[in-house]
C-alpha cells in the first residue's frame, strides 16, 4: 500500500476561499447582486446569506457525490443510452 501525496490530498478537497465555500461566495454574490438592484442593501445582505447557504449546500452535495448519485438513480439515464440491461435503482449497489 503506497502512501497518499500531498498533491492528491489538495486535489480531493472542495474548493475553498478563506475557509468559506468557493461555490457559495459566487452563489451568495449572485444572489445579493441581483437582489440589490431591486431592494435596499439590508435585502441584498439577507440574500446573500441564504445563496452562500444555498450555494455551500450544492458544493458539497456536488464534492461528496450525492448529485450524481441522485442522477444517475433517478434520472432515466439508462433509456437515453440504450442500456436496458440496468437494474432497477433500489437494487443496485456501491463498489
Known amino acids: 500500500m503506497s502512501k497518499e501525496v500531498s498533491l492528491n ?3 480531493n478537497k ?3 476561499y478563506s475557509g468559506l465555500s468557493l461555490f457559495g461566495l459566487i ?3 449572485i444572489f445579493g447582486a441581483l437582489t440589490l438592484t431591486k431592494f435596499d442593501l439590508v435585502f441584498a445582505l439577507i ?4 445563496g452562500f447557504v444555498v450555494g455551500a449546500f450544492i458544493s ?3 464534492h461528496k ?3 450524481q448519485r441522485w442522477l444517475y438513480w433517478h434520472m432515466p ?3 437515453m443510452s440504450g442500456n436496458k440491461y440496468l437494474p432497477l435503482s433500489y437494487l443496485r449497489r456501491f463498489m
Do not use: P, T
Request: proline share 0%; charged share 25%.
Open 60 to 62: 458539497s452535495s456536488w
Open 47 to 50: 440574500a446573500w446569506v441564504i
Open 65 to 67: 457525490g450525492r448529485v
Open 14 to 16: 472542495e474548493a475553498k
Open 27 to 29: 452563489v451568495g454574490g
Open 77 to 79: 439515464i439508462s433509456e
Open 9 to 11: 490530498r489538495s486535489i
